[in-house]
């Protein structure tokens, strides 16, 4: 008991000093002194506490507002859409643990913690306990809500208390469960690999059994009374199962692998969402860390010239798969509200939705340019590439082109106005696309040398300046042509800009 003590005081001052930062956002701190300081810092944590009262106020009126006079039957289906939540958590839970180890140690726990006589079973079943307690909480409430809403839909005969208490035990032993599943990894000696996946079986399988009682089940069992008394007992049974396998596999924890697990985490949990630093250096080391630990899992024949160029963009956009959503945004999303805009489809509205897309959120296309980017900066590469600045940005952006134009392409076929040219509509898509990445471009030149340096963003409020003057004064085979002429002329300072540093 000694050291779940030490462990909950850690966890105690770990909650102090995150108070203390967020008291920092209005200017105050828990070690400040005076009943000055005091009574001002009991007015922020009022004013907070307020503003929280007033945001769940709104939310469970609103609630009531949505749930009001639906069937039994819609209601029976938001209760199957929570016990289905639960079986996502267990899976989402257990596959984590099953890849990495669940327990998470920063650089001091790893120093004063795993390698010290603190007992595994105490620090196993604080970090579960509290993500079990964690995961109670966000269940209770979201089961609360859910009972409001079927109270004032008139099909729930007990009261939201009961769905609360069940949302919190179900969550709770979904995690319980999920943290089992690391646990007989990390306990199995030697190579571990058919009792994992043993574990993670019989976990998807429980799942799915879950997921077929929870939907095989009627409107009147899921909202008679009994059902959440039983998934109460239910939950809280399982919980304490997991609770008995996890005291009795901490014990046989491999704390090495443990630590070796970790390295990631410990140099990446340090960056908190109130940290001073710059949220794109902080994403930029977070990318490049985790790139680091990932093994190289295949390969591609060995190119020469451009053909390098190319294999190697591919191989980075493989490795570094974090990045593959948004460019499956830029090419589902920001190009096809291009090209819908200068169709005219939503008239000079839509050009104002697309103006902040392609300015203010490049993710899509800075992924996309991301191997160009990089060999532009590091200079020892830059300098041995016998290439211009277009011929690089063009081969080691193909790959990603070749994928978001063939998504803009689908996503333009599908939501184009009826009546018009489908040849038009994709090869605007080719164009906007196309822009779109040799934009990217200027962020590696000047128009002359000594000369102030453009960047993407510049780029990209001209194209929808020159998209907008299109729509209005010509047509869409006209526009199409624009798109072109721009497309070459950005083309052509890139190609004869002078070339700099970033």
């Known amino acids: 008991m000694h050291d779940v003590r030490l462990l909950l005081w850690l966890r105690a001052r770990h909650a102090r000093s995150a108070l203390n930062r967020t008291l920092h956002l209005v200017g105050a701190g828990v070690d400040d002194g005076g009943w000055g300081e005091r009574a001002y810092q009991l007015y ?34 938001a209760v199957q859409g929570a016990l289905l939540a639960v079986a996502l958590v267990l899976l989402r839970v257990g596959i984590a643990g099953a890849r990495t180890t669940p327990l998470k140690l920063s650089h001091p726990d790893i120093a004063y913690l795993a390698a010290s006589a603190v007992s595994a079973r105490a620090l196993a079943g604080v970090s579960a306990g509290v993500q079990a307690f964690a995961g109670a909480a966000a269940g209770a409430a979201l089961g609360f809500l859910l009972g409001v809403g079927l109270e004032s839909a008139s099909v729930l005969a007990g009261a939201p208390a009961a769905v609360a208490l069940a949302g919190a035990a179900l969550a709770a032993a979904a995690v319980a469960l999920g943290w089992v599943v690391g646990f007989v990894r990390l306990a199995s000696d030697g190579w571990s690999g058919w009792r994992t996946a043993a574990a993670a079986f019989v976990l998807v399988a429980f799942a799915v059994s879950w997921c077929g009682v929870a939907l095989a089940a009627g409107a009147d069992a899921l909202l008679a009374p009994a059902t959440f008394a039983v998934l ?14 996890l005291a009795l596999l901490a014990p046989r924890v491999d704390m090495t692998r443990v630590i070796d697990e970790n390295s990631l985490h410990a140099d990446l949990c340090q960056f908190g969402m109130l940290s001073p630093l710059d949220r794109n250096d902080i994403a930029e080391y977070q990318r490049r860390r985790k790139l680091a630990d990932r093994p190289v899992r295949f390969s591609l024949p060995r190119g020469e010239g451009r053909l390098a160029l190319v294999q190697r963009a591919a191989l980075s956009h493989a490795r570094q798969y974090d990045g593959l959503a948004s460019l499956v945004m830029q090419g589902a999303f920001v190009v ?58 063009a081969f080691d952006t193909l790959p990603a082109f070749a994928a978001t134009t063939l998504l803009a392409c689908g996503a333009v076929a599908a939501m184009i106005p009826i009546g018009t040219s489908l040849p038009l509509a994709l090869a605007l898509a080719v164009l906007v696309g196309a822009a779109s990445l040799l934009c990217c471009g200027l962020d590696a030149v000047r128009l002359f040398p000594g000369g102030p340096r453009l960047c993407y963003e510049y780029g990209a409020l001209a194209l929808v ?24 002329a950005v083309a052509l300072v890139v190609r004869f800009g002078s070339e700099c540093v970033r």
Do not use: H, K
């Not at 006079?69 to 209601?75: I, K, M, P, R």
């Not at 209005?472 to 721009?486: D, E, H, I, P, Q």
């Open 44 to 77: 922020a944590v009022g004013i907070m506490l307020v503003w929280a009262a007033l945001m769940a106020a709104a939310l469970v009126d609103a609630i009531q507002g949505v749930f009001v006079g639906l069937a039994a039957a819609v209601c029976s289906l």
């Open 465 to 488: 300046g020159v998209g907008f003057a299109l729509s209005l004064f010509a047509s869409a085979a006209v526009a199409a042509m624009g798109m072109a002429l721009f497309a070459a």
């Open 232 to 245: 109460s007992v239910g939950g809280f049974f399982v919980l304490a199962v997991a609770a008995i396998a």
């Open 336 to 393: 096809p509200l291009g090209v819908l805009a200068l169709l005219g489809a939503g008239g000079p509205v839509l050009f104002v939705f697309w103006l902040p897309v392609a300015v203010l959120m490049p993710q899509g296309v800075r992924e996309a340019t991301r191997a160009f980017r990089d060999d532009a900066r590091n200079r020892l590469v830059r300098d041995r590439l016998p290439f211009g600045v277009l011929e690089l940005l």
